[in-house]
């Protein structure tokens, strides 16, 4: 079992930068793939970024390509997500998600934990 919670969500204005982490319960947290997900009011949740068990592998959707980056500490059983330069658009929840596989994957029905989420708000 692993427990999900994230934290460093919060109001920013639009160019601006935020950090968001997810700290995860049990030993075998190297083990797991993470991934980000947000999900928009009236929209479903979707793929944002995703890294594989040893960080050797990373994936993002186009859209945040160049601006997130999510490093993972398993020293600190921590995942991050690093978003720079951001745009009204990435206003959402923000959930991370633990895939047991290993792999990095975009798939919501790979991940077999998830967080409770964190309020994103990017102000124009």
């Known amino acids: 079992q692993v427990q999900l919670v994230e934290s460093g969500g919060g109001l920013v204005q639009a160019g601006g930068s935020l950090r968001l982490s997810c700290a995860a319960s049990?030993?075998?947290?190297?083990?797991?793939?993470m991934g980000w997900f947000r999900q928009a009011p009236g929209q479903q949740r979707e793929f944002v970024a995703a890294?594989?068990?040893?960080?050797?592998?990373?994936y993002y959707t186009d859209s945040v390509k160049g601006r997130f980056t999510i490093p993972r500490d398993n020293a600190k059983n921590t995942v991050y997500l690093q978003m720079n330069s951001l745009k009204p658009e990435d206003t959402a929840v923000y959930y991370c998600?633990?895939?047991?596989?290993?792999?990095?994957?975009?798939?919501?029905?790979?991940?077999?934990?998830w967080g409770q989420g964190t309020q994103v708000t990017v102000s124009a």
């Open positions: 049990g030993r075998t947290f190297s083990r797991y793939a």
């Open positions: 998600a633990a895939d047991a596989f290993g792999l990095a994957s975009p798939l919501k029905g790979d991940y077999d934990y």
């Open positions: 890294i594989s068990w040893n960080g050797g592998n990373t």
